[in-house]
């Protein structure tokens, strides 16, 4: 006889593993299936976030930006260092351990909570049925009143630049090099892409990034986009808009090279370098999400198909995070997934998807939440804006770290803030004060009205609300329109 339980699962990554553990808070029987093989080749719960994403780069980026710091601007504060070395290894392994303690952490949350993890692939099979293929052993069926799917998604592969062993690598090979090559590749100059190529830029390399896009950062708002490539740029990564991978080839047998064909609007070019990163973005990982018979909608893209709840065409199959419409972000899955098992248990929830947070974690930071300045003009909406350069920051001048500026954006009517975005030191963290802010439907006013702290960082986000109303304190107010 099949298991049953009252919910099922399927992916343990954050949106999976955060769902199934509210499930089972609320009362519910619930299993969490999972197909994630770590670098042991042994079942890890997490998904890409915990084991090849989110978490071990940024282990890399803070290893990186320390290694950086000390050996270029060290003495800025007053510190001399003299023949600093970067012990690449030892950083793999620092990332592998943080890594290996925190998919741990989730296994003992599960036994905490009393999940079950059923180790292996899962497949709807059924409005109340999920068929396991484990590791080892017969695949088998387990019976659900609910039936969540959480399956993720996988860096995307273009046929320019097929994989090839640790020379050509998707984001998850790009966290595994233990010596720093000469000469980095990157295609796309998205998150991925930046993040990437600035743990290598720092650690030594020579980074070119191949971006098809005229625009740098299209979704971010243009004032900020300019300003983070002006300090890219300062920072020795050559970064190439409008360009076309048309091909790539591995040359050589011990040491390897990669030739790189692209085409920009000044004709066809060569570009060898010694490593190449694809990040070009990710995919829904919905392949075989269901078996044949089952009539799950899911569109071109691979994105299942959802209503404002979350529920699939399905009856009583709902579907979370990377594998439906949204941003694929971590904190969006997991949202999603407490919002889904909050539903399911009767309560009024939901997820307010105008004040989702995202981050760019490359140094100076870049962070936003609501809309950009284009897109309200686009839209004909009438608006007013703030901004402050943490250059005119006294925490930030004490940090010796003052590119760029933060914008607060109000509507010119309400004055509601429709808005904000960070360019600049711990970005990922004063973004948090704009959504709360956003969340509880501020004005730029209420923002004005605030005490912050002195002296810190976000006294930067207080003054850019002042210069909404055109009257900071510590900057000269904005010259008035003729």
């Known amino acids: 006889m099949a298991k049953s339980f009252d919910a099922v699962v399927v992916g343990g990554g954050p949106a999976g593993y955060v769902c199934a553990i509210r499930l089972a808070q609320l009362g519910f029987n619930t299993a969490c299936v999972d197909n994630w093989v770590n670098k042991q080749n042994k079942p890890a719960l997490g998904g890409t976030c915990l084991n090849v994403g ?3 780069s940024k282990e890399l980026l803070e290893s990186s930006h320390h290694f950086s710091v000390m050996r270029d601007s060290a003495d800025q504060y007053g510190i001399k260092c003299k023949g600093v070395e970067a012990d690449v290894p030892t950083m793999i392994k620092n990332k592998d351990k943080t890594v290996g303690e925190l998919t741990k952490g989730i296994e003992g949350l599960f036994k905490a909570n009393k999940v079950e993890w059923l180790a292996g692939k899962g497949q709807l099979t059924g409005t109340n049925s999920v068929k396991v293929t484990p590791h080892s052993g017969e695949a088998y069926e387990v019976e659900a009143k609910n039936v969540v799917l959480a399956c993720g998604s ?5 046929g320019a630049a097929p994989l ?3 020379v050509i690598v998707d984001s998850a090979g790009a966290l595994d090099w233990e010596e720093c090559p000469k000469r980095l590749g990157v295609i ?6 930046l993040e990437m190529g600035s743990v290598w830029a720092r650690l030594g390399a020579e980074v070119t990034v191949l971006e098809a896009m005229d625009t740098f950062l299209a979704p971010c708002d243009q004032e900020v986009s300019k ?3 002006k300090c890219f740029q300062k920072q020795g990564l ?4 409008g360009t076309r991978v048309l091909s790539t080839k591995v040359k050589g047998s011990k040491n390897k090279t990669v030739e790189i064909e692209y085409e920009d609007n000044k004709g066809k070019h060569t570009l060898t370098v010694d490593r190449l990163i694809v990040a070009v973005g990710r995919r829904p990982n919905t392949d075989g999400i269901a078996a044949s018979n089952v009539q799950l909608e899911i569109d071109e893209g691979g994105r299942i198909h959802v209503d404002g709840g979350c529920e699939t065409s399905l009856p009583g199959v709902h579907a979370i995070g990377d594998a439906v419409r949204g941003p694929m972000l971590a904190h969006k899955g997991s949202e999603e997934g407490i919002v889904v098992a909050e539903r399911l248990a009767g309560q009024r929830s939901h997820v307010n998807y105008d004040a989702i947070p995202w981050v760019i974690y490359t140094h100076p930071e870049i962070a936003w939440v609501g809309q950009t300045e284009q897109e309200l003009k686009h839209a004909g909406t009438e608006y007013r804006s703030g901004t402050f350069p943490f250059l005119a ?3 930030a001048k004490a940090m010796h770290d003052t590119d760029g500026l933060v914008k607060v954006i109000a509507d010119a009517k309400t004055d509601r803030v429709l808005g904000v975005h960070i360019v600049g030191p711990q970005a990922s963290e004063l973004i948090g004060q704009a959504v709360l802010a956003m969340e509880f439907d501020a004005s730029a006013e209420d923002i004005m009205r605030t005490v912050f702290a002195h002296p810190t960082l976000s006294e930067a986000i207080h003054e850019a609300a002042l210069a909404v109303d055109g009257r900071p304190i510590h900057i000269p107010p904005p010259r008035k329109k003729k």
């Open 188 to 193: 796309g100059a998205g998150v991925i892409g």
């Open 227 to 229: 300003a983070a490539f």
């Open 54 to 56: 989110c978490i071990p």
């Open 154 to 158: 996988v860096p995307i592969e273009i």
């Open 238 to 241: 050559d970064i190439r808009l």
């Open 164 to 166: 090839h062993e640790d």
């Open 393 to 395: 920051s006294g925490r």
